[in-house]
Structures are given as C-alpha cells and as structure tokens.
C-alpha cells in the first residue's frame, strides 16, 4: 500500500499568512493526487485534484503542486474560514490511501 | 442540488451485520463511479470500497475485504454496503462520495460528499 506522511500534523497561523502543507508518497504517484479541506462535524470538500488542478468554486488562494513523490498544498493568504483539517488523497493505485491530515488553527 | 444522503447507521453488536444506503440526487447517477470512505473517532480519513458505473469494477481495503460488500442500483440513483462480520475497529462515521470519473480505475478525486452515517459497534 502506498503511504502518504502529510507534515506538519498541526500548525498555528494567523490571518494573513501564506500557509504551506506537505504530502509525501512512499512511491511515486505521479499526479494522481488530491487535496480536501473537512471542518469539524463537516464532510471533506475537495480541493485540488490532479496535484494542481482547483475544483471549480475553490478561491483562488489556494494551489497545489508537486508530482512523483512529494506534493504541497499553499494557502497564500489565510482567511477566518481556511482554518480547518487538510488531508491528501493518493488515487494512483488501490487500495486508495488518505494522509493523516494537517489541522490549521488560529494563532 | 447536487446531494447524497446516507442512511442505515446505528448501534450494532460485534459479530452482527448492518447495510448502508446513499441516494444520489442532482446528478446523472449511472455515469458516475462510487466510493465509501469512513472516518473513526477523532481520526483520519479511511478509504473503505469503491464501484464503477456499471458495477464492472469493484475493490475494497484490505480492511473489509471478504466482509463488506459494495453494490448499486443505478435505476434507484442508490448505492450501499453490506457490512457483515462487524469489529469494534469498524465503528466510525461512514461517507457515501461521487468520483469525478467513471471507472474505479480512472484515478480522479471524489468530488461530491455525503454528511455520513455513523455506525457504533458495541456489545
């Protein structure tokens, strides 16, 4: 089974800043990667599929990049809204693998 | 509205079965591959089966494999899990989703969700 690592497991930001998560895979996946934003008691909402491609309806600050082995999610200016969990999603190959998420809070 | 309901959740004992259900609403149904993803308790994101559109393609985590069972009715816009055999390592909140394509095997992302139904397993 392919394992993502998504690093760090929590972080504390402030309004403003550019916020950077990584997902890395055990083995290469290509692009086949994707982002999902979960607040609590929400379902996840998909962000960014294909490693870089944004889901219509997703704000513009957000973007995703990487191939192969390590990916990263930017936030490039936190809203009050962005705080929330974050998790990735290899599809390259089964059994489909999430990483163990990356929870945004406020500083 | 796009929108996918999950039912059937609820109390069950270890050893004993339940079956999930999750209609789909908003959406041409058949075109479309589908998955179960559940999440335990303050844990993370777990993918559980997935189904192609035409049934043709099936897999499972090696989690469930052998007891749970993926299956659709495409003329009722419905997808469900048999679940037999049910651990205490089982109970979590279980999320019906829509894949962006139409195979298994098409390597797209989930881009529709449902809210969940949580399934407890305890004697």
């Known amino acids: 089974d392919i394992q993502l690592t998504q690093s760090p497991s929590f972080l504390s930001a402030s309004v403003g800043d550019r916020v950077t998560i990584t997902c890395r895979a055990s083995q290469g996946i290509s692009s086949y990667l994707a982002w999902y934003q979960q607040k609590p008691g929400k379902a996840p909402k998909l962000l960014i599929y294909?490693?870089?491609t944004l889901q219509s309806g997703v704000p513009s600050r957000f973007s995703g990049s990487g191939s192969g082995t390590e990916f990263t999610l930017t936030i490039s200016s936190l809203q009050p809204e962005d705080f929330a969990t974050y998790s990735c999603?290899?599809?390259?190959?089964?059994?489909?693998?999430f990483g163990g998420g990356t929870k945004v809070e406020i500083k | 509205e796009v929108q996918l309901v999950e039912s059937g959740g609820g109390l069950v004992q270890p050893g004993r079965s339940l079956r999930l259900s999750c209609v789909a609403s908003?959406?041409?149904?058949?075109?479309?591959?589908m998955h179960w993803v559940r999440q335990a308790p303050g844990k993370g994101l777990e993918w559980v089966s997935g189904i192609s559109r035409n049934s043709g393609s099936i897999g499972y985590a090696d989690s469930v494999q052998g007891r749970f069972t993926i299956s659709r009715d495409n003329a009722q816009r419905s997808l469900y899990l048999q679940m037999n055999s049910l651990r205490a390592e089982d109970m979590a909140l279980y999320y019906c989703?829509?894949?962006?394509?139409?195979?298994?095997?098409?390597?797209?992302?989930?881009?529709?969700w449902g809210q969940g139904t949580m399934v407890t397993v305890s004697s």
């Open positions: 989703a829509k894949d962006m394509g139409q195979w298994v095997t098409d390597r797209d992302a989930f881009d529709i």
């Open positions: 999603q290899q599809l390259n190959s089964y059994p489909l693998t």
């Open positions: 908003g959406f041409t149904f058949d075109d479309y591959a």
């Open positions: 294909a490693a870089s």
